[in-house]
């Protein structure tokens, strides 16, 4: 194994980052530096910019801006309101219901809009304030809103799972969406049976329970809403449209949804296509970047070396799993989850084929992994977007988000070595 690219990258990349450099640029410059190592400046310029470009040239990747439109019109369109206002009459009267209504409808919203940043954003300013003048402690409401709003990442339809699907060299995205569900459920179920334990020892407040008539009409409110996920999972995994055009969809559905409930006006539109070409920009950039880094680690054979190391340290893929597991949570606490998905999975994907894990459980086990990085500082962009608005701090929320960050884990190594929690949907539609 030669040691110098890889501590060309590494060190070139943390430097970069501790320096305040953006994720993107510091990915890229440290693909350059790597090359830069290996041949001269000019073919070392051209590769590096040649694969940034050539890295966008997919077509499953047009899926994103279409996801990313559609949950900005979900995110304004009123449809927040009628799912919160549908988890209160399921949860509200459970103990902690505020803070389980918070976690059922992150996960309606996560289904629908696939944003765990549109998720924390709609949750926390709906439901934060509500949760504080019932004498929740606004520390925790935030580590409750903050944790839920990433089972929206593993619930379809993610984002995510169709850049996984890319980095794996074309893994069926409609496996990969049947697949996030019970895992992402599960999820969501661990963080309320904690949430109910936390309420409970501190004696917060218990609503009243919901009759059946007002289970009903807020069901009915919801409806529209909730048919989403009939229409873009069921047309893709029917097979009447592809992930792309499903997204497309699903544009034009929550277009018609926000207009019929009259949360947005014609006016509004020009803003919320400024706002979703922002998120788009940044995320194709990232993508771009990682995936220059990606071809200059197969490049330089490390993909292969780490494949070699791992698995000459066991041949059990228990330990394997776990070691992999502990690499990733690591990864994801420096890292953004669409680069690290871009750039690890072309590393551990070849390890755990070797170990006959399948591709589709890998994945969503890749994105629990990189779920719990996104609540952790100092890179977890929804741990900072859900402190910034309950108007608190990182340090006071620490304490509540343990027990959560537990939760979550638990929930990893379950989906990790129970296959079928993953394979079980997919196989059923034998996908």
């Not at 060190?11 to 041949?39: D, H, K």
């Not at 966008?56 to 047009?62: E, G, H, N, Q, T």
């Not at 709003?149 to 996984?164: A, E, F, H, M, R």
């Not at 949804?257 to 949360?263: N, S, T, V």
């Amino acid at each position: 194994m030669e040691y110098l690219p890889v501590i060309i990258l590494v060190l070139s990349f943390v430097s970069l980052l501790l320096i305040g450099v953006p994720v993107a640029w510091s990915i890229a410059i440290s693909s350059l530096l790597t090359m830069l190592a290996s041949i001269s400046a000019l073919p070392a310029l051209t590769t590096v910019s040649q694969r940034i470009a050539t890295g966008l040239d997919s077509f499953a990747l047009l899926a994103i801006p279409f996801f990313v439109l559609s949950g900005q019109l979900m995110n304004k369109g009123g449809i927040a309101h009628r799912l919160i206002a549908f988890a209160k009459t399921l949860v509200g009267a459970l103990p902690g219901g505020l803070a389980l209504i918070n976690i059922v409808s992150a996960m309606l919203m996560g289904a629908i809009a696939g944003s765990a940043m549109a998720s924390a954003s709609a949750m926390g300013s709906i439901l934060g304030p509500e949760m504080e003048k019932e004498g929740y402690s606004k520390e925790f409401g935030a580590a409750v809103n903050i944790t839920s709003s990433t089972t929206g990442l593993i619930i379809p339809p993610s984002n995510v799972l169709i850049v996984y699907s890319l980095a794996s060299g074309g893994v069926s995205i409609a496996a990969l969406f049947l697949a996030g569900y019970i895992p992402g459920i599960i999820t969501g179920l661990f963080l309320m049976l904690v949430a109910m334990f936390w309420a409970k020892k501190k004696k917060y407040k218990v609503g009243k329970p919901s009759a059946l008539k007002e289970v009903f009409k807020t069901f009915i409110a919801a409806f529209p809403s909730l048919m989403l996920l009939v229409v873009v999972i069921g047309g893709i995994v029917v097979g009447i449209f592809t992930a792309t055009e499903a997204s497309a969809i699903a544009v034009l559905y929550t277009l018609i949804l926000a207009f019929y409930y009259k949360e947005i006006t014609v006016k509004d539109i020009p803003q919320i296509l400024l706002d979703s070409c922002g998120t788009t920009a940044v995320v194709m950039l990232l993508i771009g970047a990682s995936m220059s880094m990606s071809w200059v680690m197969s490049y330089e054979n490390i993909p292969q070396d780490i494949s070699n190391v791992l698995l000459g340290i066991s041949d059990n893929p228990i330990i394997i799993l776990l070691i992999i597991n502990l690499l990733l949570l690591c990864v994801g606490v420096f890292m953004d989850m669409t680069p690290a998905v871009l750039i690890f999975t072309p590393i551990f994907l070849p390890i755990i084929t070797k170990l006959g894990m399948d591709p589709v459980q890998f994945g969503i086990v890749m994105v629990l992994n990189l779920c719990i990085g996104l609540c952790t500082p100092p890179v977890g962009s929804v741990l900072f977007v859900g402190v910034g608005i309950a108007n608190t701090t990182i340090e006071k929320v620490v304490k509540p988000l343990l027990p959560l960050f537990l939760a979550m884990i638990v929930s990893l190594f379950l989906v990790t070595y129970f296959p079928q929690l993953s394979l079980w949907l997919p196989g059923l539609f034998d996908l």
